[in-house]
């Protein structure tokens, strides 16, 4: 593990077999990129950060993993953005993917296989969730991928509720020359959803578990109703493939979902994104968790290259 100067931060950098891994823990606990140094010495990258010239507004920068706790999407009170309530029923302030992508962590663990990170959270924070809680992002990095574990436990005495996940951005094409439509998607989803500007679900647009990734409808899309825990995106001319694995611990895996996103046709990532359930949870109570008193509830993601 090293620690690497980049436009006024200190970042950590792991080398693991061909894999190398870049991240600012302290900031968001945000993996930057994740690359791959191939046969021939060239370097492809698979966890897409961008050139960019100053870390200002650093949890706006579209490259990563930023991570969405402890909602994901959009929340609404009473199909006002930007705002839930719990069951006590005070309306209290939520922005976009909750609170930690842009708040401040603690490293607890560091070491040569990767490290963990505790959520400080701020003012606002504190405000908007006021809870006794303790939340950590733990990464494990390996030669061909990593994992990734969310961890809440709950030091007070009233349920926490949380609804977390992950908004990976992913170089596309892998290879030169490639278009999205040489990429395929499996996701063992058997229904998909579209979030509303009230903060509503509603059906989503008619999908087969396998599509490629030029297919328009794909983007924005909630794929839910998941019939197994691991999805995939293959790269058809050479079969290069990235599997995803999730997994739950002390709650269901029942509203598990996949969201994908990119922002238009010409961007250079494609977003895949393993959330605990459904945007707007406290309100629609899809894919919403309760941890009680002195439990801990845990959300893990495993992603390899093969």
Same mark, same amino acid.
């Given at each position: 593990m090293e620690r690497i100067p980049y436009l006024?931060?200190?970042?950590?950098?792991?080398?693991?077999? &061909?894999?190398?891994?870049?991240?600012?823990?302290?900031?968001?606990?945000?993996?930057?990129?994740? &690359?791959?140094?191939?046969?021939?010495?060239?370097?492809?990258?698979?966890?897409?950060?961008?050139?960019?010239?100053?870390?200002?507004?650093?949890?706006?920068?579209?490259?990563?993993?930023?991570?969405? %706790?402890?909602? &994901?999407?959009?929340?609404?009170?009473?199909?006002?953005?930007? %705002?839930w309530s719990a069951d006590d029923g005070i309306r209290r302030p939520m922005p976009m993917h909750g609170y930690a992508r842009q708040g401040d962590f603690r490293i607890t663990r560091l070491d040569e296989g990767g490290f963990s990170a505790q %959520?400080?959270?701020?003012?606002?924070? =504190?405000?908007?969730?006021?809870?006794?809680?303790?939340?950590?992002?733990?990464?494990?990095?390996?030669?061909?991928?990593?994992?990734?574990?969310?961890?809440?436990?709950?030091r007070g005495t009233t349920p926490i509720p949380w609804s977390a996940g992950h908004h990976f951005y992913f170089t596309l094409p892998w290879t030169s020359g490639l278009k999205r439509k040489n990429y395929l998607l499996e996701v063992p989803a058997t229904k998909t959803l579209k979030h509303m500007e009230s903060g509503r679900l509603i059906d989503g647009p008619r999908l087969g578990q396998r599509e490629t990734l030029d297919n328009p409808a794909l983007i924005d899309t909630i794929h839910t109703g998941l019939r197994g825990h691991t999805f995939s995106v293959t790269e058809q001319p050479s079969g290069q493939?990235? =599997?995803?694995?999730?997994?739950?611990?002390?709650?269901?895996?029942?509203?598990?979902?996949?969201?994908?996103?990119?922002?238009?046709?010409?961007?250079?990532?494609?977003?895949?994104?393993?959330?605990?359930?459904?945007?707007?949870?406290?309100?629609?109570?899809?894919?919403?968790?309760?941890?009680?008193?002195?439990?801990?509830? =845990?959300?893990?993601?495993?992603?390899?290259?093969?």
């Open positions: 006024g931060q200190t970042i950590l950098k792991w080398q693991v077999g &061909n894999s190398t891994f870049l991240a600012l823990p302290e900031k968001g606990a945000r993996l930057m990129n994740w &690359n791959v140094t191939l046969g021939d010495g060239s370097v492809r990258d698979i966890v897409y950060w961008p050139e960019v010239s100053s870390l200002d507004n650093f949890h706006k920068i579209r490259g990563g993993n930023p991570i969405l %706790f402890p909602f &994901n999407g959009r929340t609404f009170d009473r199909s006002e953005i930007h %705002f %959520f400080l959270p701020g003012t606002e924070a =504190k405000a908007g969730y006021p809870y006794d809680y303790e939340f950590i992002v733990s990464y494990r990095f390996e030669k061909s991928g990593f994992y990734v574990e969310l961890e809440l436990s709950n493939r990235l =599997k995803f694995n999730t997994g739950f611990t002390n709650t269901t895996a029942r509203d598990a979902a996949v969201v994908t996103w990119t922002s238009d046709e010409k961007a250079p990532y494609y977003c895949i994104e393993p959330w605990m359930g459904p945007p707007n949870s406290p309100e629609n109570k899809a894919g919403l968790h309760l941890v009680g008193p002195g439990q801990t509830q =845990k959300f893990l993601v495993e992603i390899t290259l093969s």
